[in-house]
């Protein structure tokens, strides 16, 4: 590699990770102030991952992981058709009942009181992430300490490369628990629909990063945000590895509750699960409730007879 290419690698490695962020939330800011705020943001989404997949051939973090795996068609099927539904009905779920109070007074002023509203939509949105970050955080533990909720989250950690395409690659069951933990305590003190909104751009931009393959130096944010750095080692097939950076979006909760995980030296690439998922859509949703299912989550044999 020349001097000019190394350098322009290093220059990438420092400025990619901040620049998909903060260009990604300028541009949800742009798009939630249009006409047609969903449709503008998934515009700006899309670039986000357009770049990031290229970024990904460019200065990728490990070449292995560009190979195929064949999960691709899985995993574009779980985040549109499993993550994105959920997403999209815990939307509805915050719009509609909105909606009825704003219908039914004044149970909306008893309603919508805690919030505060008048705060600069910058320090109400930060608010909501540090919020939703408790409930994701203890959702995600939970799931890797309980065998009951580690039965569907399994599904997202059986990858054996981390690319910006398999993001959303979790069980609805899964899913569903984090929105529950994340969103209701939101709802339940009055925030806002756009205080929803900047919540899941927020979410939306440090996942498709904390997963990408791009060789990123991410420095000072690890301390703060969910990074790709981070969440390799939380993808860890080494449990002591693996159980830690549970943060979704910012590494607060880690930092309080003893699960961070930041050595000096190059995060995990050897990722995945003991047991076996498996390999179709379908068989990959039922799978958890069965008890031959949940056996091959585990690596155990099935019983016989």
Excluded at 1 to 26: C, D, E, I
Excluded at 185 to 200: D, M
Excluded at 222 to 247: A, C, M, Q
Aim: proline residues 5%.
């Amino acid at each position: 590699m020349s001097k000019a290419a190394a350098a322009a690698r290093l220059v990438l490695a420092y400025l990619s990770w901040p620049l998909v962020f903060f260009s990604g939330l300028t541009g949800a800011y742009f798009a939630f102030a249009s006409d047609t705020p969903m449709i503008a943001f998934v515009a700006v989404y899309a670039g986000a991952v357009s770049s990031l997949f290229l970024l990904e051939r460019a200065v990728p973090y490990e070449e292995r992981w560009l190979e195929p795996d064949g999960e691709t068609a899985n995993d574009i099927a779980h985040t549109v058709l499993t993550k994105g539904l959920v997403e999209l009905a815990a939307l509805a779920g915050v719009i509609f009942p909105m909606l009825a109070a704003r219908l039914l007074q004044p149970v909306a002023a008893m309603q919508f009181s805690l919030w505060p509203s008048s705060w600069p939509m910058i320090l109400q949105a930060s608010l909501a992430v540090v919020i939703a970050e408790f409930g994701l955080y203890w959702a995600h533990r939970i799931a890797h300490e309980r065998l009951f909720f580690w039965r569907f989250h399994a599904l997202h950690h059986s990858v054996t490369r981390l690319w910006v395409i398999n993001t959303g690659r979790f069980h609805v069951m899964d899913s569903l628990f984090k929105v529950a933990l994340s969103q209701i305590p939101l709802y339940l003190l009055g925030a806002p629909l756009q205080v929803f909104w900047w919540l899941g751009a927020v979410t939306a931009f440090i996942g498709i990063l904390t997963h990408c393959n791009v060789d990123m130096r991410t420095g000072v944010f690890d301390l703060v945000f969910s990074t790709p750095r981070l969440h390799r080692w939380h993808h860890s097939k080494d449990i002591s590895e693996g159980n830690t950076n549970y943060g979704e979006n910012i590494v607060l909760f880690d930092q309080i509750f003893g699960t961070y995980f930041n050595p000096d030296r190059p995060s995990s690439t050897d990722i995945g699960i003991k047991g076996q998922i498996a390999p179709d859509f379908v068989g990959q949703l039922t799978q958890p409730f069965t008890r031959d299912g949940v056996r091959q989550i585990l690596g155990r044999q099935p019983k016989r007879g």
